[in-house]
């Protein structure tokens, strides 16, 4: 007896399959003859994936600049995991670690390089905020939790200070067991040239389709030397959709080269949730299906590219044995016009709407999707 089966579920490459989830745990693929103690038919019309991933939010809600709840960004809006980038430094990562056991969204960290966090937009121009130590106890504390680094590397946010804290970054990484480190990238100084030099293989820049004058394109629309070789070296690009950090201009030509994002993330917090312009993971997907990316290729940096990038080593797959987290959804065709970041447009025809998040084996229809359209597919 299973506890969930979904049945003629589809997937991203439109087979259709049965789900059988046991112990918040996929039990089993395939045609399946058991029962289960829930049991939904799909009817092989609504998509179901791997639970979507948000490798870039703001979710501390005690953070007095970008705070959100957990599960208002996460489980609400069919999104199962979602990874804080940087809201907390080694001063405040227990408060949020804390806050974290009360959610339904699994909820991970990546822990500022500033001991302070983001109490203010420039917490990298005082370097004494830069504690090793602080650092190295933190991840101590929580390895379980803390899955990366994240520093912001622009202008306002290191005042004088230029490249140098990226370079104690890079030396944090390497003491506290390589993990990933996510850069934000914005206006300059310092300059893009400068971070992607420094950046190694597993390292992630973030905004990476940004229409500042420090983007990822040359004034003549090529891709820097310099992010070229990173890219070669094994550095990952992460959307980071936010206020002021997507440019369809920027992506579209972008992509057009080749230059894909590995992974999809929203940058969301309560005012550009619920303002706009990113409201929800699925709306950033929405537009990036909009710019020309398949339906698999979106997905897949929302699972299995988002949980490699930050070594989640039970998520991101529909396979035996991993978490059952599952994101059921729908294609809708719905002629919609969609805004960046520098509120210019694009047209879609389909929207992606996530109807239910299936987080540990337990369903949660979303705000999007009725209990009707969630329990009674």
């Not at 109490?119 to 101590?140: F, G, H, P, S, W």
């Not at 950033?284 to 990038?309: H, N, R, W, Y």
């Not at 599952?326 to 996530?354: C, G, M, Y």
Request: net charge negative; hydrophobic share 40%.
């Amino acid at each position: 007896m299973f506890d969930v089966l979904l049945r003629r579920a589809r997937l991203v490459d439109d087979t259709v399959t049965d789900i059988a989830l046991l112990d918040g745990k996929i039990a089993a693929l395939g045609e399946i003859t058991g029962s289960a103690s829930t049991e939904i038919d799909l009817q092989g019309e609504y998509y179901v994936s791997a639970g979507w991933i948000d490798s870039h939010v703001h979710c501390y809600p005690n953070s007095p600049i970008y705070h959100d709840q957990p599960d208002s960004i996460g489980i609400a809006t069919g999104v199962t995991t979602v990874i804080d980038a940087g809201s907390t430094g080694a001063d405040d990562i227990d408060d949020f670690y804390a806050i974290t056991r009360q959610a339904t969204t699994d909820v991970y960290a990546l822990l500022n390089i500033s001991r302070v966090g983001l109490i203010a937009q420039n917490e990298l121009a005082n370097m004494t905020n830069i504690d090793r130590d602080a650092v190295r106890e933190a991840v101590k504390r929580y390895p379980d939790f803390i899955v990366g680094l994240k520093a912001r590397m622009s202008s306002s946010v290191v005042g004088d200070n230029g490249i140098t804290p990226l370079e104690h970054a890079k030396v944090m990484q390497q003491e506290n067991g390589d993990l990933p480190l996510m850069v934000h990238i914005g206006n300059n100084p310092p300059d893009l040239d400068d971070i992607a030099e420094r950046l190694t293989c597993g390292d992630i820049i973030t905004h990476c389709y940004n229409g500042k004058p420090n983007r990822i394109l040359t004034p003549a629309g090529e891709l820097r030397a310099s992010v070229t070789r990173a890219i070669q070296r094994g550095v990952r690009l992460d959307v980071g959709h936010g206020t002021a950090s997507l440019s369809f201009a920027v992506a579209e030509k972008a992509i057009s080269m080749g230059i894909l994002p590995h992974t999809i993330s929203s940058d969301i917090y309560c005012r550009n949730r619920i303002n706009g312009p990113v409201y929800s993971l699925a709306n950033v997907m929405s537009k990036f299906l909009a710019i020309g990316m398949s339906l698999p290729q979106v997905i897949e940096c929302v699972t299995a590219s988002a949980a490699d990038g930050l070594r989640l080593k039970n998520k991101g797959r529909l396979a035996v044995g991993y978490d059952a987290d599952l994101t059921i959804f729908t294609l809708k065709r719905q002629p919609t016009l969609l805004v960046d970041a520098e509120n210019n447009s694009l047209q879609a025809e389909k929207l992606l709407v996530p109807l239910a998040a299936v987080r540990a084996g337990a369903i949660y229809p979303t705000e999007q999707g009725s209990a009707e359209d969630a329990f009674n597919l």
